[in-house]
């Protein structure tokens, strides 16, 4: 890591001790931003940071959709390298799995207060810390569940729909200084996705074009581009990354 050439850019990362969060922090590390990464679980978190780099990588504990906790990571960034160029909104949650018609309404507003909520929490402290004057990017990670039915998680597919709708209103308000999007996964191979593939993953990779599932670091890959150089005439919108999933659509 400390070869890597300083980009001057600094991005806060949420959810990012494991799994897709932290796929994204390792590419934006390699490319030389500073990160901090946020996470419920502070032993996991250090972990995280000692892995990406403590000489460029810091951690805040905490709850997504805690006001407090947003408020804390936000200054915590602010502190440590001046500047927060980059907000990346991935910590989420689907604490259930079945049918949506007699779920629990407090159960989807846990789920709505994580994914929806903290978001924009988040977001709109960035935007008051540093992006309203200086410009920046933002990236929702959704998921492919927000663009359609989805079978036996219904609450979380309805929150991923509405973090996508959030992506474009944030987009409209905070344009031109800054550029909202989001990326929609299919399946990734992570702990938080494990009941969706778990025994069965060749089986389940089968029905994608390109015969596998997604594994972190494509999700880092597109979220690196989206906030580049490379997208600057990029906003509101949602990159689909499925492996080809969405095309089997109306195939029997």
């Known amino acids: 890591m400390t070869s890597v050439e300083l980009s001057g850019k600094v ?65 915590r960034t602010m502190e440590a390298f001046g500047r927060v160029d980059h907000l990346v909104n991935n910590a989420g949650t689907n604490p259930v799995f079945g ?38 990017a933002i990236v929702n990670i959704a998921s492919v569940a927000g663009l359609s039915a989805s079978p036996f998680i219904g609450a979380y597919g309805v929150s991923k729909a509405a973090m996508i709708n959030l992506t474009q209103q944030l987009a409209h308000e905070f344009a031109p200084t800054v550029r909202v999007n989001a990326i929609a996964p299919a399946v990734v191979k992570t702990k938080f996705a494990q009941a969706l593939y778990e025994g069965r993953e060749a089986e389940a990779a089968a029905s994608y074009p390109l015969g596998r599932l997604g594994v972190p670091s494509d999700v880092g890959g597109a979220a690196a581009f989206l906030t580049s150089e490379q997208s600057d005439w990029i906003t509101g919108q949602t990159l689909v990354v499925d492996g080809g999933i969405f095309l089997n659509a109306g195939v029997g």
């Open 11 to 75: 991005a806060l990362i949420t959810g990012a001790s494991r799994g897709i969060g932290y796929g994204v922090a390792e590419a934006l590390v390699a490319r030389g931003d500073r990160v901090c990464i946020t996470g419920r679980n502070e032993d996991a978190l250090k972990a995280a940071v000692e892995a990406l780099g403590v000489d460029r990588v810091i951690g805040v504990a905490g709850k997504a959709h805690d006001e407090e906790h947003q408020a804390v990571a936000v200054a």
């Open 99 to 136: 049918a949506i018609a007699d779920l629990d309404l407090n159960v989807v507003r846990k789920i709505f207060e994580t994914n929806v909520l903290s978001a924009l929490g988040f977001a709109q402290r960035t935007w008051h810390a540093w992006q309203k004057e200086n410009g920046g």
